[in-house]
Nanobody
């Protein structure tokens, strides 16, 4: 069983920044996809960004504001969130898909609240 430990959520004012981190208990390789999803109250979980083999993909709503990155040596994925808006308020979940296991794992979620 793989565990994903997330950190970095919290309360921030509109226009502010936060950095989320997610560390995996199993070694990660470039071929493994790492990503962030979010779920706002009353809404479905949606993709925020993912990264694999150096290639990144972002939801249109966060392009130009969020940056995903990874450090394979630390088995960690990051999400730098800038210019935060109230509509970014959600629980953010880390996800890792291990190609060699043909399955993915989820973190427990971290709350991000953007409010003045």
């Amino acid at each position: 069983q793989v565990q994903l430990l997330e950190s970095g959520g919290g309360l921030v004012q509109p226009g502010g920044s936060l950095r989320l981190s997610c560390a995996a208990s199993r070694i990660i390789f470039d071929i493994d996809r790492m990503g962030w999803y979010r779920q706002a109250p009353g809404k479905q979980r949606e993709l925020v960004a993912h990264i694999t083999r150096g290639s990144t993909n972002y939801a249109d709503s966060v392009k130009g504001r969020f940056t995903i990155s990874r450090d394979n040596a630390k088995n960690t994925v990051y999400l730098q969130m800038n210019s935060l808006k109230p509509e970014d308020t959600a629980v953010y979940y880390c996800n890792v898909y291990y190609l060699t296991l043909s399955r993915d794992f989820w973190g427990q979620g971290t709350q991000v609240t953007v409010s003045s």
